[in-house]
């Protein structure tokens, strides 16, 4: 019998265990033996794994997280890490591995290619869904939405103290949660990584923004969606400076790590079952060092190479949107 191994690494993301749970249903199904390493790469050096049958991924589709566990791993980057985790692999007999993570663990599964001749397929697993060559990775509607409810919730108290509030989501390279968030919330304004690639915001034309709405609407709350690390001091500096230019109460909302939690969206649980099942379907073609991903509904294979190296482009019709033709307060010439 053939067998196979499936971790997760890197940041957590709802819907990881619906992939879990595909793949080996999907193993199961095809007579194939699977086990599980917990902590990622961590126990890839520690032999840290579980056997793992239908039985094991009984309900846990809806759960967040992984079963598995995560974690980053430093001793993995070394040239004698990935050889001991050859040798692990080997030891056990195992045939190919899935890797359920970001660029970072796909990297990790490429330097492991240098020492291991076993098969090795990729699953993106990520709420930031900055992977090139795919539509959408595994947690980030997930996390839209877990951004959305928190805005719709500061929106009522907004409201009701006639209050700016600065939202500020996880990306801090890619802007694909902030502006989702954004469009689906109604915010005022929009604060991306790939805006301002060249400077952070000006400080005065925010605040003549907020001035401007307060012109047009009277006293109103307004909404400010940032992404974490954009502005030098972080939201809590941005809100103070905004507050002293403005003269109006500004409070910033920091939503951390509860955007990488919770039951993940059907969304995700669909995107999850699929690649996660095709997954071992491309270890018994033979594939080897892909990514499995979707574009346009379909299930593709991306080298691991083409995952990184550019960014990942924004949609360019949701941001003229916000920024140009949702923004009341600044109309065209």
Not at 110 to 121: E, R
Request: glycine share 10%; with cysteine.
């Amino acid at each position: 019998m053939r067998r196979i191994a499936i971790l997760t690494s890197g940041g957590d993301a709802p819907g990881m265990n619906a992939a879990i749970r595909a793949s080996v249903l999907a193993a199961h199904h095809f007579g194939l033996e699977i086990i599980g390493y917990r902590h990622g790469y961590n126990g890839l050096l520690e032999q840290e794994f579980v056997p793992l049958g239908p039985e094991d991924v009984n309900n846990i589709i809806q759960r967040g997280g992984t079963i598995l566990k995560s974690a980053r791993c430093e001793a993995f980057k070394t040239a004698e890490g990935a050889k001991q985790a050859a040798q692990n692999l080997s030891a056990l007999n195992i045939d190919a591995l899935i890797v359920n993570g970001g660029d970072g663990s796909f990297r990790g599964a490429l330097h492991l290619a240098k020492y291991w001749d076993g098969q090795i397929i990729g699953l993106p697993g990520t709420i930031d869904n900055d992977i090139c060559g795919t539509d959408a990775t595994i947690g980030y509607y997930t996390a839209i939405d877990t951004a959305l409810e928190s805005i719709d919730k500061v929106r009522d108290t907004a409201d009701a103290f006639e209050r700016i509030f600065l939202i500020e989501v996880m990306g801090r390279h890619a802007g694909f949660i902030g502006l989702s968030a954004a469009v689906c919330s109604g915010a005022e304004q929009v604060l991306l990584p790939e805006l301002y690639q060249q400077s952070p915001p000006d400080l005065h034309q925010l605040a003549a923004h907020i001035q401007k709405a307060q012109e047009v609407r009277g006293k109103c709350s307004y909404i400010m969606v940032i992404t974490e690390n954009l502005w030098p001091g972080g939201a809590t500096d941005l809100a103070n400076k905004l507050h002293a230019t403005t003269g109006i109460e500004c409070r910033p909302v920091i939503l951390g790590h509860v955007q990488r939690g919770g039951s993940p969206v059907s969304l995700d649980r669909m995107l999850a079952s699929k690649l996660g099942a095709y997954a071992v379907e491309a270890i018994l073609a033979g594939k080897t060092g892909v990514m499995i991903g979707e574009q346009n509904h379909n299930v593709v294979e991306v080298p691991f190479e083409q995952c990184w190296g550019k960014p990942k482009a924004l949609d360019p019709y949701l941001v003229r949107i916000q920024t140009q033709m949702f923004d009341l307060f600044n109309p065209p010439a």
